[in-house]
Nanobody
Framework: QVQLVESGGGLVQAGGSLRLSCAAS????????MGWFRQAPGKEREFVGA????????SYAGSVKGRFTISRDNAKNTVYLQMNSLKPEDTAVYYC????????????????WGQGTQVTASS
């Protein structure tokens, strides 16, 4: 079992930055790929990005590529989402997830989910 808790969300002006953290419990954290998803009001949850178990491979949605960066610290059982140049359309609840499937952009690849943290970028 892996339990995930996101933090770091909040309100920021467009163009600003936030860093989300996702703290994991359990001794097997380092064996999981970690993904970030988001869900805006009235929309389906969508893939933001993911990182492999060792932290040397990442993948991003086109809408965030070049602005968002995912990293992880396996010694601290934590994965991060650095968000720069935020836009109003980035406003959503952000979720982290853990899984061992290679289809990172699919929700079905993930076995465990956090409760989400709200990010609001105001214009």
């Amino acid at each position: 079992q892996v339990q995930l808790v996101e933090s770091g969300g909040g309100l920021v002006q467009a163009g600003g930055s936030l860093r989300l953290s996702c703290a994991a419990s359990g001794r097997t954290f380092s064996s999981y790929a970690m993904g970030w998803f988001r869900q805006a009001p009235g929309k389906e949850r969508e893939f933001v990005g993911a990182i492999n178990w060792s932290g040397d491979i990442t993948s991003y949605a086109g809408s965030v590529k070049g602005r968002f960066t995912i990293s992880r610290d396996n010694a601290k059982n934590t994965v991060y989402l650095q968000m720069n140049s935020l836009k109003p359309e980035d406003t959503a609840v952000y979720y982290c997830a853990a899984g061992r499937d290679s289809r990172w952009d699919s929700e079905r690849a993930y076995d465990y989910w956090g409760q989400g943290t709200q990010v609001t970028a105001s214009s």
